[in-house]
């Protein structure tokens, strides 16, 4: 089983929708989570970190299942400019004190 | 403010050339630094990281090799470059580990 999963979609949607994505890790010692927004051949970018308690920011929703190994994201009122591709990050200290990324889930948001 | 920069953004290198990438840190100092690949289509690999001068952690036994000379920079190298070396390769930063991690803006390499 892989460290990170997520799947790479592409997930394509129209504008306004709401649209969500899971990801799944195998380390249940890990301790921090997150998700990174990539543009097409930019570098990754930190969109939100995710709390045991679950965060909001703006249109965006991070949630951490903690006895399922699961963080997901939900998109409300998707916007063109949503469209990249979205990285799950997990941190496990007991992995050279790094950062695992998940391969990535692609959105594209259609007008 | 703290900001990360790497460069060249592109290089394309023959088989069998070396390579030297450089990436700086300003902002903080004794930051957490690392050097990762995206390969077209995969996922972040990282490839060494570095919690101080001189010290330099390996996470994938390839013909790459990592320096940090300052306290603020880290190069990635090869003496002799291999088609499978192409991707993007990325500089990141972070105060410790298990913090936040930042990225450079990357360097595309081609191998040819």
């Known amino acids: 089983r892989k460290e990170v999963e997520q799947d790479p979609g592409p997930f394509n949607v129209p504008e306004g929708a709401t649209v969500a994505f899971n990801c799944t890790y195998s380390?249940?010692?890990?301790?921090?989570f997150f998700w990174y927004r990539q543009d097409c051949r930019k570098e990754p970018k930190l969109l939100m970190s995710?709390?045991?308690s679950g965060n909001e920011d703006g249109r965006f929703t991070a949630q951490l299942n903690r006895a399922s190994q699961y963080i997901s994201l939900l998109i409300r009122d998707s916007k063109l400019s949503d469209s990249a591709t979205y990285l799950c990050?997990?941190?496990?200290?007991?992995?050279?004190?790094?950062?695992?990324f998940g391969p990535g889930t692609r959105l594209s948001v259609l007008p | 403010s703290q900001t990360i920069h790497q460069w060249p953004a592109t290089l394309v290198q023959p088989v069998g050339s070396p390579l030297s990438l450089e990436c700086t840190v300003e902002g903080t100092s004794n930051p957490n630094l690392y050097w990762y690949r995206q390969a077209a289509g995969r996922g972040l690999q990282l490839l060494f990281y570095?919690?101080?001068?001189?010290?330099i952690s390996s996470e994938v036994p390839q013909n790459l090799s990592a320096s940090r000379p300052q306290d603020r920079q880290f190069i990635l190298s090869s003496k002799k470059l291999l088609l499978s070396d192409s991707g993007f390769y990325l500089c990141?930063?972070?105060?410790?580990?298990?913090?936040?991690?930042?990225f450079g803006e990357g360097s595309w390499l081609t191998v040819v």
């Open positions: 570095s919690v101080g001068i001189g010290q």
């Open positions: 380390n249940s010692a890990s301790q921090s």
């Open positions: 990050v997990v941190n496990m200290f007991n992995y050279g004190q790094n950062f695992v």
């Open positions: 990141a930063w972070s105060h410790a580990p298990g913090n936040t991690i930042y």
């Open positions: 995710v709390y045991s």
